[in-house]
C-alpha cells in the first residue's frame, strides 16, 4: 500500500536517523578520538558513554481512522426503524458496521439530515428532520467524528440548526464540525487527540438549497469561502499533527469529481490539509493523492432509501495515522489505506433496512454482487492508491 509522508516543512524520517547517529558519532569522536573509538579495547568505554548523553531512541504512535458516507434519513429508513410509543431503533440496521466501527480509534460519518428531534416533527425529502435516536445508535456503533455542514442543513431554519447543535453537545467523546449556534463557537476549531496524535477537525458545504444565512448570523452554517477556509485552516495547522476536512460538494450521482471538486482539493493540499472527506454525490468517487494530501471525493451513501444500485453502493474507508517522534522532531505519515464497499441493503417494501459489507453479501441479497463490486472498485481504486487483489 502507498505510503505518504506529510507536512513538507518536517524532516524525512531517514534524515532525521541520519542526523541522530552523526551526531552520536561526533560527540563520542570529539571525546575519545577517532583511534580511541576504533580500539576494541575501548568499546565498552565508549558504549557507556554514548549512554551517558541520554538521547532517547525515537518513539512511534498509531490512530485508526474509518470513514463512511451519508446518513440520510428518508421517512422510510425511520419507519422501518419505529418500535412503539414514538421511539425509534436503528441498532438492527447498523449491526453489520458495528464489529468494524468500534475497532476504530476516530470513526467518521457525514449526518446528512439533521437531528431536529421528534418534537420538531419528523420530515423527509426535500426538508429533513430526523429522531434522536440515529445519532444515538451511530455513536452506539462507534462513529465519534461527524460532519454537519450540508446542503440539507438549514432544512429546518435555526430551530432545527440549534436542537441539533445542543443534541450533539450532550453527548460525550463525539467531535463534529459545521454548523454552530454562535460565532465564537464556529471560530473555535475542534481539536482531538488519539494516542498522542492531535487532529483538527472541520467541515464545509458549497451548497445549501439556495438558502441563504440570516445577515449577521452567518456563522450557523460553515458556508465552503476560500478566505474563511484559508484562516481557518493556518490558526490550526502548526498546533495539530494531522489537519481532517469534510467537504460537502460537486455533483450528485456522478463517479467523476466535477472541477469544483479538484480545485478545492488542490487548494486544500496547498494548505497543507492532511486528509480531505468528500460527500454530496450519493455515489462513490474515486481516492487520490494531491501531493500529500489524501482525498476521498465521495464515500456515497452509508444509509438511505434512494432507489438505484449506484445509490446503495457506499464506501467504507480506513488508514493508520503513524507519528514517529526524535527528540524536538516529529514526522506523520499515512500507511495501510484500505477499503470495502457497503450495500444498503431493503427489500421490496422498503423494510428490513441494512447497512452490508460486500464481504458479507451473497446473491440472494444483491444479484451479480461480485460483478457489482468489481465495478465499483474500479471507480474508487481508478488512482492505484490502494493495492487490493483483484
Known amino acids: 500500500m502507498k505510503k505518504k509522508n506529510k507536512k513538507k516543512k518536517k524532516l524525512k524520517v531517514g534524515k532525521i536517523i541520519f542526523v541522530f547517529l552523526f551526531l552520536i558519532l561526533l560527540t563520542c569522536s570529539g571525546i575519545f578520538g577517532y583511534k580511541y573509538l576504533l580500539n576494541d579495547n575501548n568499546k565498552s568505554s565508549v558504549v557507556s558513554k554514548i549512554s551517558e ?3 532517547e531512541p525515537p518513539k512511534t504512535y498509531k490512530a485508526s481512522l474509518v470513514m463512511v458516507g451519508d446518513c440520510l434519513i428518508h421517512q422510510t429508513v425511520y419507519n422501518d426503524a419505529y418500535v412503539s410509543n414514538n421511539k425509534y431503533d436503528f441498532k438492527p440496521m447498523l449491526k453489520y458496521i458495528k464489529p468494524i466501527a468500534s475497532k476504530y480509534d476516530i470513526a467518521y460519518y457525514n449526518q446528512e439530515t439533521i437531528i ?4 420538531l416533527g419528523l420530515s423527509t425529502y426535500p ?3 430526523s429522531p434522536e435516536e440515529i ?5 452506539d456503533t462507534g462513529f465519534n467524528l461527524v460532519s454537519l455542514a450540508n446542503n440539507h442543513s438549514y432544512d429546518k431554519g435555526i430551530k432545527g440548526i440549534t436542537n441539533s447543535v445542543n443534541y450533539w453537545k450532550e453527548k460525550k467523546d463525539v467531535i463534529t464540525a459545521g454548523m454552530y449556534t454562535s460565532k465564537e463557537d464556529r471560530d473555535t476549531i475542534a481539536i482531538g487527540e488519539s494516542n498522542n496524535i492531535t487532529y483538527a477537525f472541520l467541515s464545509y458545504t458549497t451548497v ?9 448570523q452567518e456563522y450557523l452554517i460553515n458556508l465552503y469561502d476560500k478566505e474563511k477556509v484559508k484562516k481557518d485552516i493556518e490558526s490550526v495547522r502548526d498546533k495539530v499533527d494531522v489537519v481532517i476536512v469534510a467537504m460537502h460538494w460537486g455533483e450528485e450521482y456522478t463517479h467523476t469529481p466535477t472541477k469544483e471538486e479538484k480545485e478545492i482539493a488542490l487548494y486544500l493540499s496547498e494548505l497543507n490539509v492532511d486528509i480531505v472527506i468528500g460527500a454530496h454525490p450519493h455515489v462513490v468517487q474515486p481516492i487520490e493523492y494531491i501531493g500529500d494530501t489524501l482525498v476521498f471525493y465521495s ?3 452509508f444509509l438511505s432509501s434512494q432507489i438505484g444500485t449506484e445509490k446503495r453502493v457506499g464506501l467504507l474507508a480506513s488508514l493508520d495515522i503513524k507519528k514517529t517522534v526524535i527528540g524536538d522532531k516529529s514526522v506523520i505519515s499515512i500507511n495501510n489505506i484500505d477499503y470495502e464497499l457497503l450495500y444498503t441493503y431493503y427489500n421490496n417494501s422498503r423494510k428490513d433496512f441494512k447497512v452490508i459489507p460486500f464481504s458479507e453479501l451473497d446473491n440472494s441479497l444483491l444479484s451479480n454482487y461480485e460483478q457489482v463490486r468489481e465495478k465499483y472498485e474500479a471507480v474508487v481504486n481508478q488512482n492505484k492508491v490502494v493495492t487490493k487483489d483483484w
Open 135 to 139: 445519532g444515538d445508535d451511530m455513536l
Open 53 to 55: 548523553l541520554k538521547i
Open 208 to 216: 445549501l438549497n439556495g438558502f441563504v444565512l440570516p445577515k449577521g
Open 127 to 129: 426538508m429533513f428532520n
Open 299 to 301: 464515500l456515497g451513501n
Open 116 to 119: 431536529g428531534g421528534k418534537a
